[in-house]
């Protein structure tokens, strides 16, 4: 195809304003996508996408129109995945920014106009769901025009749904998205923005062209690691994949098979040039995603820890985000530590491990990283509590940071700005985005975000506040280890870092769910929440002396079996702390949040 004919967009937005619904309506409206064969969120392909209704992972389409060739790239909203956002800009010149006509502009509807903007792409305000009783067009058509400076007449306005304006919306990009630039006769270099495994055809690359061409059957070159490949397939989503023989040439975006069986070996920010005529310089990159959040993962039934690593193993093959290493617990035995994007990343694994590959697991509390510097000058990096050095040679602690963004109506700053302050919040910034909404910003810690934050600050707001954040480098702060003991006993389990003015609160409502939740024993169990020797918190589990066989009244043989037996199952589900039998579900309940 003659790049001048080539527009190459994404839709950026914050989460629920409508991108799948009007990529939806752009596949039917070009005729990709017959009404037939239409469905709900066409291009979010997995089954936890659709039922949750959030797209995971970037999507490429092409798209005929007016003799264009539009190449569309539906990207994901949650903050969690921002890293997919800024990879797909970067096969683009143009974004439309989606805004919700009834919400007005959100957090990360800022966020992602930022990142286009750094990409320097072309910005298309568009207002959706206009078919709303309550849509206020008008007066967010404002509001937008004021954020990235134009006129409120230059905002556009359809509906996903209805598919009103969506016409004039695709008219508009071909009028005013650049086409791409390239230099056909120069060696190929592609820039790899997704790549993804398939259980049938393997590793299947997604690729964005910027100079020279690729064809079928061309040995490849991956400029970061120099590993070379075959193409075995080389082709345009339309909206499934259709190979073209022709392979793929300036501004082009599609996707390349090698027969390569893990997504790292081609790497999503990599350049592809050809093996017999390869470029000299890389493109310019992307970071690759750092873990933000860990957590313990651990399967309820321990015979269950090899099928664990092994749905791990193949769950990375298709998210190279995700990292993890073996851990084992006193308590939960054998198990991983997994690093996560951030809380939602984590929900999802763990929701895929479960529902995918029918594990029942436990997880423990998730915790942020930590930099330890010990007063020998050494330094450890933490991320499970039990790292953390009990002993009182611990110089500094170093937390990470977040700058936060948090948009609501004006009527709740005093409620935003009193969660912040308590969850040592520093007070950043405050906008007027229109008369009653504003941008309040804040530098937080990490792991106060992790913890229930974002339900907090929905309840308190009525559900009017949305939040953005972004890492922001460390801060040394107070932070100490929690112990919770059972007879003296520590359960590593249950160990947490926290701020040393949360340490009590969190010490006695842990000892406190444990007393509840953990049965009697033939004899006292106290609990205990400690920091390094010293006791902040007791509770005690009275003893009783538990017969069952007593309820028999010695008559019944067959029953008195089947209660002993009953008895053993039980046993098998328990954990022995020490003396103490806890069981399975105790460790579950205490564990969740709630
Ligand atoms: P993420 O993929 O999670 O970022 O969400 P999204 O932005 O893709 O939103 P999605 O298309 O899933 O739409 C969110 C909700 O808004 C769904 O319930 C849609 O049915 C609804 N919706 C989307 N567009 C319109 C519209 O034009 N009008 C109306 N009335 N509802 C819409």
Redesign the pocket.
Known sequence: TDPALIRNFCII?H????????ADRMLQITGVVDDRSMRA?YL?RMDIERER???IKSQAVRLPWDGHVLNMIDT???VDFTYEVSRSLQACEGAILLVDAAQGIEAQTLANLYLAMNADLHIIPVL?????PAAQPEKFAEELAGLIGCDPSDVLK?????GVGVRELLDHVVQTVPAPVGDADAAARALIFDSVYDTYRGVVTYVRVVDGHLGKRERILMMSTNATHETLEIGVISPEPMPADLGLGVGEVGYLITGVKDVRQSRVGDTVTSAAKSAKEMLAGYEHPKPMVFSGLYPIDGDEYPELREALDKLQLNDAALIYEPETSAALGFGFRVGFLGLLHMEIVRERLEREFGLSLISTAPNVVYRVVMEDGSELTVTNPSEFPSGGKIAQVFEPVTKSTILAPAEFIGAIMEICQGRRGQLLGMDYLSEDRVEIRYTLPLGEIIFDFFDQLKSRTRGYASLDYEPAGEQEADLVKVDILLQGEPVDAFSAIVHKDKAYAYGVDMAKKLRELIPRQQFEVPIQAAIGARVIARENIRAIRKDVLAKCYGGDISRKRKLLEKQKEGKKRMKMVGRVEVPQEAFVAALSTD
């Open positions: 937005a989460i629920d304003h409508g991108k799948s619904t009007l969120q979010d209704g959030i797209t994901p909203g949650h959706n769901k206009i078919d709303l359809v509906s996903g749904k209805t």
